[in-house]
């Protein structure tokens, strides 16, 4: 069993984009599987994960802080690389959290970020 690491729900494997902010979001899977949507390479303090063009703007409107990372602005700590070439849609699955509509993948990014942030 998975929990939530912010709620402690049990996470449930479901279908999800390759987006690790937004894939979980039943309106993004559906865009994804109308092949609406693009994706990027992102490298946040060197993890490196996959986001759709939107998260990508997104994510430079953060606040460090809320990814545990202590000051500086997300200029310095984000790298936008390459759009993701997908020639085909896989399908994908991922525990999510029902409750918070989040993906395993990008609540251990988040932790690997934060440990980084404070090693
Ligand atoms: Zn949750
Ligand atoms: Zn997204």
Redesign the pocket.
Known sequence: MIACEKCNSVMEQRNV?P?????AKES?IKKFLNDELRFRRVSVLGERIV??V??TS?IMSYHPESLGIPGGSMEDIVEIGDEVTAKRKQEIIDFVCGKCIETRAWQKTRQKIRDKSHG
């Open positions: 984009t987006c690790a902010l937004c894939g993004e986001l759709c939107s998260c997104k």
